[in-house]
């Protein structure tokens, strides 16, 4: 079986790429000179102009504004649900790369509720051999233990490893997920904007990142630099190493 690591560098990446990406275009758009040079490229055409007002050219580049500046509330809410796929996901790589680590944790994760922790032997059969059972069990078993609010999935993750969760950060995620479910079934986005963005990246990055605490405390595999900084620098054939800290 091929070694499983939760690759927390990965997923604080992302966050930050989700905010950045808003960020950037919101900067964008505020520049009016920016969008200056956009309205000043567009030409007007019209096929009979006559039959057209004469100011018609000028509308249609303050309309163009308009629709631009406006489209930043889509950009955000896109954002933020993109924010919450980032947890989502990295949640289900961080539970089953702990549940391949430490198979026992499994238990109330798989198999009925009246007989949990129990395998199928068609599986087992069909898996062939040991690891390839309890990686399949590990992937169910993840799906399972990553249903529900935020605040449980990381909660579970936390009961699970013995570790403490932030209450603030617990409610601040559910309100996360909250924000979440109106623009997605409701299709809320018209009061959104870089403040509601950049806090829904810094509490959903402070979520994954106890993720990752709590994967190092049970010495899960996987890439943590974001947590333990390691810079190297390679010179020809010489590589110096700098641990924050040392």
């Not at 680590?101 to 922790?117: L, Q, T, V, W």
Request: aromatic share 10%; charged share 25%.
């Amino acid at each position: 079986m091929k070694e499983l690591i939760f690759d927390l560098d990965h997923w604080e990446w992302k966050c930050l790429e989700d905010f950045g990406s808003y960020q950037d275009i919101h900067d964008f758009v505020g520049n009016q000179q920016a969008v200056d040079a956009h309205k000043s490229s567009m030409t007007y055409f019209a096929i009979d102009p006559a039959s057209h007002p004469e100011n018609t050219d000028a509308l249609l580049r303050t309309e163009t504004e308009v629709r631009i500046k406006k489209s930043l509330f889509h950009f955000a809410s896109s954002s933020i649900v993109s924010l919450c796929t980032t947890y989502e996901v990295a949640s289900k790589q961080f539970f089953k790369c702990l549940f391949v680590n430490h198979p026992m944790f499994m238990y109330d994760f798989i198999g009925a509720e009246s007989r949990r922790g129990t395998i199928k032997l068609k599986d087992v059969v069909e898996a062939r051999n040991y690891g390839k059972v309890i990686e399949d069990a590990a992937n169910n078993a993840a799906s399972a233990a990553t249903k529900g609010k935020y605040s449980d999935i990381l909660k579970r993750a936390a009961k699970l490893c013995d570790a403490q969760t932030n209450e603030q950060l617990v409610n601040q995620i559910d309100t996360i997920q909250r924000l979440r479910n109106r623009i997605v079934h409701e299709k809320e986005s018209s009061s959104f904007g870089v403040k509601d963005v950049g806090e829904a990246h810094q509490h959903i990055a402070q979520a994954i990142e106890n993720l990752g605490h709590f994967a190092i405390k049970m010495d899960v595999p996987g890439r943590y630099t974001y947590i333990l900084p390691e810079g190297t620098l390679v010179l020809s054939s010489i590589a110096f190493v700098a641990v924050d800290g040392a």
